[in-house]
Antibody
Framework: QVQLQESGPGLVKPSGTLSLTCAVSGGSISTNDWWSWVRQSPGKGLEWIGE???????NYNPSLKSRLTISIDKSKNQFSLNLKSVTAADTAVYYCARGEQQVVGGAFDTWGQGTMVTVSS | QSVLTQPPSVSGAPGQRVTISCTGS?????????VNWYQHLPGTAPKLIIY???NRPSGVPDRISGSKSGTSASLAITGLQTEDEADYYCQAYDSTLFWVFGGGTKVTVL
């Protein structure tokens, strides 16, 4: 059974870069699935950030696109998020998730536990 | 302002039926793509409970159901239980925005 685990700094300074990694275990990242990042700011709902495919192809939330890079490392079976020029508005719990294609048609069937990132000096 | 509109909250007594609406547009719910629903408990990962409008993943009880009509979708929970108290989110694929979520609905069991 595939499991996802986020890792990265819990505190980032304003104007800095938020960098997170999602390790995939129990299965290969080199499948027909898309791998996404989702966040939830305090008191708010879920916000899709972007996704990456095994080929390296990406789709981004237009509201974040100018600051965002999502990449995949098949050798390490992980994918990563880099969000630059962060502000307090980027403070959130960040989740990685699998968009499973074969069974659930791209819905996010597997999620990491989430990691809290605070943007503060 | 979310692309998909959900009521902020719904409530019901144990054993009752509650429904959550999710209203979108012709560029997301109104397409041939399915609507997905997630249950989210504080401090935990969201859980997929409905995919492709009305399909339940293994392990999700059949008292939870989903439907879609036009540019709207609905989630119904019958036989409401205390364990159903959570936030629920709809999700759809948008032709220009890619994945979009509703603003979330808090279900309270009275």
């Amino acid at each position: 059974q595939v499991q996802l685990q986020e890792s990265g700094p819990g505190l980032v300074k304003p104007s800095g870069t938020l960098s997170l990694t999602c390790a995939v275990s129990g299965g290969s990242i080199s499948t027909n699935d898309w791998w996404s990042w989702v966040r939830q700011s305090p008191g708010k709902g879920l916000e899709w950030i972007g996704e990456v495919y095994q080929s390296g192809n990406t789709n981004y939330n237009p509201s974040l696109k100018s600051r965002l890079t999502i990449s995949i490392d098949k050798s390490k079976n992980q994918f990563s998020l880099n969000l630059k020029s962060v502000t307090a508005a980027d403070t959130a719990v960040y989740y990685c998730a699998r968009g499973e294609q074969q069974v659930v048609g791209g819905a996010f069937d597997t999620w990491g536990q989430g990691t809290m990132v605070t943007v503060s000096s | 302002q979310s692309v998909l509109t959900q009521p902020p909250s719904v409530s019901g007594a144990p054993g009752q039926r509650v429904t959550i609406s999710c209203t979108g547009s012709s560029s997301n719910i109104g397409t041939s793509n399915g609507v997905n629903w997630y249950q989210h408990l504080p401090g935990t990962a969201p859980k997929l409970i409905i995919y492709g409008n009305s399909n339940r993943p293994s392990g999700v009880p059949d008292r939870i159901s989903g439907s879609k009509s036009g540019t709207s979708a609905s989630l119904a929970i019958t036989g409401l239980q205390t364990e159903d108290e959570a936030d629920y989110y709809c999700q759809a694929y948008d032709s220009t925005l890619f994945w979009v979520f509703g603003g979330g609905t808090k279900v309270t069991v009275l």
